[in-house]
């Protein structure tokens, strides 16, 4: 019932930029806050940000503050990261979910598939 469809990964060099998309249905998409996680090869589920249902409230790792902004079009179901200033340690499959809170990657009812990020010279 709930899909979650990322799009716009792909090859950057880096301090390149990348914006992320995430096509949301099957639920009421403006009573849920959503967010970004992501996953290095090899390495731990790590939080990237969150963003509550009407957009007014963003929340960003220590990492990707100021170098990342995340947004939602509730016309469209729509959420999205915007990467500047990429970094090769970025690299990573970046998915979009749905619920979240408490800045951890564990907090989300449903996740998609997934779109690869990968930065490199």
């Known amino acids: 019932e709930v899909q979650l469809v990322e799009s716009g990964g792909g090859l950057v060099q880096p301090g390149g930029s990348l914006r992320l998309s995430c096509a949301a249905s099957?639920?009421?998409?403006?009573?849920?806050?959503m967010g970004w996680v992501r996953q290095a090869p090899g390495k731990w589920l790590e939080w990237v940000s969150d963003i509550s249902w009407n957009g007014d409230s963003t929340y960003y790792a220590e990492q990707m503050k100021g170098r990342f902004t995340i947004s939602r079009d509730n016309a469209k179901n729509t959420v999205y990261l915007q990467m500047n200033s990429l970094k090769p340690e970025d690299t990573a499959v970046y998915y979009c979910a749905k619920g979240g809170g408490g800045r951890t990657p564990y907090n989300y009812d449903y996740w998609g598939q997934g779109t690869q990020v990968t930065v490199s010279s």
């Open positions: 099957g639920f009421t998409f403006d009573d849920y806050g």
